[in-house]
């Protein structure tokens, strides 16, 4: 047996510009359980945490549609909304294709907060675009009555709400989520989006108005629960070097140190590529034994090294 985290990207649950319904998202899921439960039935003990972007956004605008009628809730609390919702879409596929493989595995989802530190830098600089579009008005207004911080998004033309980012320092419901894992049968849901993100204050855990990144969630949880390999499953091949160029070339088996050089050198942009990078480079000095980036459909490849991109301490 060999454990692993599988942190499976946004557009594994909705492709760039189809309808959120939930038949739309339950297709698209089963697919991609389809090459996990493979991954489960190859041997390999999983822990899974995924994006939540589109649907948090859609949780967002349903409560300012809703405003007048019923109060909405803050970000932590949809943070936590998206956990359940993509958790029991993840359960129900999961559950399907395991059984299809006759690899039956209880699948249960626990509900994640991942611990940042109160004085992050990232509290004072958000940067993390979220939710709905706002004219420029709303926007006025929006951040004159709640203090919020808004950034114009010229590519849509459009105001949204920009949060802080902080850093994962731990995954408050790390051990139990091991136990669940060694206690045998368990394929466990964990750290949706990210977890939902809170801080000690005088003594108590409070919920905060930010997200976490869910690479750097899950290379947290993966190091937390001291399993062997971190897989991030995204929509491309693995990392790229000169990505988007004429010259771009795929990235296959790195060292944590070449891996840290082209991100310095700016191969890997923030809020994308970058994190996976990042996080793969934090999971294996941790002591993980590797970490790959890769695509759904490469995964099988992926897991005997001849497909994506690996990240070796050595
Ligand atoms: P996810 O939802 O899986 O986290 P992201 O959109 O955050 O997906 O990250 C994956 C995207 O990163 C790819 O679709 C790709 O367009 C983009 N990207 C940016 N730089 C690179 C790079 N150097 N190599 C590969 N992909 C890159
Ligand atoms: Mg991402």
């Known amino acids: 047996m060999t454990t692993a985290v599988v942190a499976i990207g946004g557009n594994a649950i909705l492709r760039k510009g189809q309808t959120p319904t939930m038949e739309n998202q339950l297709g698209n899921l089963k697919e991609t359980c389809r090459y996990i439960s493979a991954m489960v039935a190859s041997g390999y003990d999983i822990t899974l945490s995924h994006g939540n972007g589109p649907q948090v956004g859609d949780i967002l605008l349903q409560n300012e549609a809703a405003r007048d009628q019923v109060p909405p809730m803050p970000l932590d609390v949809c943070v936590a909304e998206s956990q359940g919702l993509v958790g029991y879409l993840f359960q129900q596929a999961l559950t399907e294709e395991l059984a299809a493989l006759c690899c039956e595995r209880i699948v249960p989802c626990v509900l994640t907060r991942v611990l940042v530190e109160e004085h992050d830098p990232a509290f004072s600089s958000p940067t993390k675009p979220i939710g709905p579009y706002y004219s420029a008005e709303e926007a006025r207004r929006l951040m004159g009555e709640k203090g919020w911080a808004m950034g114009e998004d010229l590519s849509r033309g459009g105001w949204r709400r920009v949060v802080p980012s902080p850093r994962p320092v731990a995954i408050i419901e790390a051990a139990s989520i091991s136990r669940l894992v060694h206690s045998g049968d368990d394929l466990v849901i964990a750290g949706g989006g990210g977890g939902i993100p809170v801080v000690r204050r005088n003594g108590r855990m409070e ?36 990505h988007g160029t004429p010259g771009e070339r795929l990235l296959g088996s790195v060292s944590a140190d070449e891996a840290e050089r082209y991100l310095e050198e700016g ?38 090294s001849k497909a994506g991109t690996q990240i070796r301490d050595r």
């Open 207 to 242: 919920g905060v108005e930010a997200v976490v990144d869910k690479d750097l969630a899950s290379a947290c949880l993966a190091k937390c629960m001291g399993v062997e390999e971190l897989i991030m499953l995204t929509d491309v091949d693995g990392a790229y070097l000169d």
């Open 267 to 304: 191969h890997f942009p923030p809020g994308s590529m970058g994190p996976k990078v990042e996080a793969g480079i934090a999971f294996v000095r941790s002591g993980g034994r590797r970490a790959v980036i890769t695509r759904p459909e490469l995964l099988h490849t992926a897991l005997s």
